[in-house]
C-alpha cells in the first residue's frame, strides 16, 4: 500500500515570545526570554511568581469579530489566531473542492478553564439560570478544532488529542497519520493552551511541579543543577500539513517533511516518568524506525526539558539509550527555557520552531543555562543559538499519564 508522503506548507505561532510566527522564532534563536512576572492571576496567593504569559498585543479581534470571540475560551483565542496565520502561510485557501479533504486536528490539556472558573462563580453566586449558554462549547478542549473547522470551513476529520504536555505532539503525529494514509490531503494541526488560572496554578503549586523563583531572567533552567519546576506558559503552535502530490499541484512553498511519529505509554505514574525514560526511549525509537532512519542520521533534538529534576535527568538518559555514542554528538536544546512550559500547546510550538530551524539552520539555545548536573551531560546548545546545518531533527513530548510521543522531521528534499 502506497504512503503519502507528508510536507509542511505553512506555520502560524502564538507564544511568550510574540503573538506571531516570525517574532516568537526571532526571539528564540535571540535567546530572549519570555518569562515574566505572574500577572494572570493573584501571584500573592501562590508560590508560583513568575509565568510566560502571551503579549497584551495580542488581539483577538484581528481575526474574528468581537462578538464571535466573547463565545470562545482564551486557548480558543489562541488556536484560531495561530491556525489563520499558518493557511495564510501556507496560501492555502480552502474551497468546497478541497473542503472535505482538509482536516483539523489540534490538541489541549486542559482546555477552557479559565472558562470553567468563571462560569462555576456565576453558579455558586446567582445559580444555574446565569451560567452562559456557551459554557461548555467554551470549556471543551476540542473546541479548538471545531472553531478552526468552522472558521476556515475545513469539513474533513476533525479532532483533538487530549494526552496532557504531549498533546500538541500527538496531534501533529496523528494528523500525519491521517494524510499518510490517504484519509486527508490537508491537516490544520498543533496544540492550544491557556492556563494560567487560579485553579491550574493552584493545583500544579500543590503538586510542586512548578518553580517558586522570582526571578523571572533564570526561573526555566532545563537541564541546569539548580532547576526546581517547569515555569507555565500559554499559547498556541500550527502546522499546515500536506501530501506532497497535494502540495506541490499548487505550487505549494515547502517548509519541511514529517517522516516518523511515535506514541508509547509508561504503564507507570500518574505524574512521574518512568525510571530512566523507558517510555520516552520506546517513542523516540518508533518514531525513528518509522521514518526509515538510523539514530546517527539525527542532527538535532528539541527536548522535552521542562526544567523538573525528573523529567531532565530521565530525558537524558533516555537520549542516551536511544543514540548510544551518537548522543555526544546530538545537538539538544529546551526551548521551554524561553517560553516556559505551554503544556498542552508545548509540542506544537516546538515543532515549530523545530521546522525553522531545519528551514534556517539554526538551532535554538537552551538558555539559564549556568551550573552543570552531571545527571545532564549532553550538548544541550547552552545559552546562544547556534549555526548548523539541521537535516534531520526529532521533537520529544512527555505528559501526565505516561503519554510519549515523538515525531521527526527532515528536510525536504524533492
Not at 344 to 353: K, N, T
Not at 370 to 396: G, H, M
Request: glycine letters at 10%; charged letters at 20%.
Amino acid at each position: 500500500m502506497k504512503q503519502n508522503r507528508v510536507v509542511i506548507t505553512g506555520l502560524g505561532a502564538v507564544t511568550p515570545l510574540g503573538v506571531d510566527t516570525d517574532s516568537s522564532w526571532q526571539g528564540a534563536i535571540a535567546g530572549e526570554s519570555g518569562i515574566g512576572p505572574l500577572t494572570r492571576v493573584d501571584s500573592s496567593m501562590f508560590p508560583m511568581k513568575v509565568s510566560g504569559e502571551v503579549s497584551s498585543d495580542f488581539d483577538i479581534t484581528k481575526y474574528v469579530e468581537k462578538k464571535e470571540a466573547r463565545k470562545m475560551d482564551r486557548f480558543t483565542h489562541f488556536a484560531v489566531a495561530a491556525s489563520l496565520m499558518a493557511v495564510e502561510d501556507a496560501k492555502l485557501e480552502i474551497t468546497e473542492e478541497i473542503a472535505p479533504r482538509t482536516g483539523v486536528w489540534i490538541g489541549s490539556g486542559i482546555g477552557g478553564m479559565e472558562t470553567f472558573e468563571q462560569q462555576f462563580r456565576t453558579f455558586e453566586q446567582k445559580g444555574y439560570r446565569r451560567v452562559s449558554p456557551f459554557f461548555v462549547p467554551m470549556l471543551i478542549p476540542d473546541m479548538a478544532s471545531g472553531q478552526v473547522s468552522i472558521i476556515t470551513g475545513a469539513k474533513g476529520i476533525n479532532s483533538c488529542s487530549v494526552t496532557a504536555c504531549a498533546s500538541g505532539t500527538n496531534s501533529i503525529g496523528d494528523a500525519f497519520k491521517v494524510i499518510q494514509r490517504g484519509d486527508a490531503d490537508v491537516m490544520i494541526t498543533g496544540g492550544a493552551e491557556a492556563p494560567i488560572t487560579d485553579m491550574a496554578v493552584a493545583g500544579f503549586c500543590s503538586a510542586k511541579a512548578v518553580s517558586t523563583s522570582e526571578d523571572p531572567n533564570n526561573a526555566s533552567r532545563p537541564f541546569d543543577l539548580n532547576r526546581d519546576g517547569f515555569v507555565m506558559g500559554e499559547g498556541a503552535g500550527i502546522l499546515i500539513l500536506e501530501s506532497l502530490d497535494h502540495a506541490v499541484s499548487r505550487g505549494a512553498r515547502i517548509y519541511a517533511e514529517i517522516v516518523g511519529y511515535g506514541a508509547t505509554g509508561d504503564a507507570y505514574h500518574v505524574t512521574a516518568p518512568a525510571p530512566e525514560g523507558e517510555g520516552g526511549v520506546r517513542a523516540m525509537k518508533q518514531a525513528i524506525e518509522d521514518a526509515g532512519l538510523a539514530p546517527e542520521e539525527i542532527d538535532y533534538m528539541n527536548a522535552h526539558g521542562t526544567s523538573t529534576p525528573y523529567n531532565d535527568k530521565y530525558e537524558t538518559m533516555a537520549i542516551k539509550t536511544v543514540f548510544g555514542e551518537h548522543a555526544k554528538k546530538l545537538a539538544v536544546s529546551s526551548t521551554k527555557s524561553m517560553t516556559g512550559h505551554l503544556l498542552g500547546a508545548a509540542g506544537a510550538v516546538e515543532a515549530v520552531f523545530t521546522t525553522k530551524a531545519i528551514v534556517e539552520g539554526i538551532i535554538p539555545p537552551t538558555i539559564n543555562y549556568q551550573t552543570p548536573d552531571p545527571d545532564c551531560d549532553l550538548d544541550y546548545v547552552p545559552n546562544e543559538a547556534r549555526k548548523q546545518e539541521v537535516r534531520v531533527a526529532l521533537s520529544n513530548s512527555l505528559g501526565f499519564g505516561g503519554h510519549n510521543a515523538t515525531i521527526v522531521i527532515k528536510k525536504y528534499e524533492a
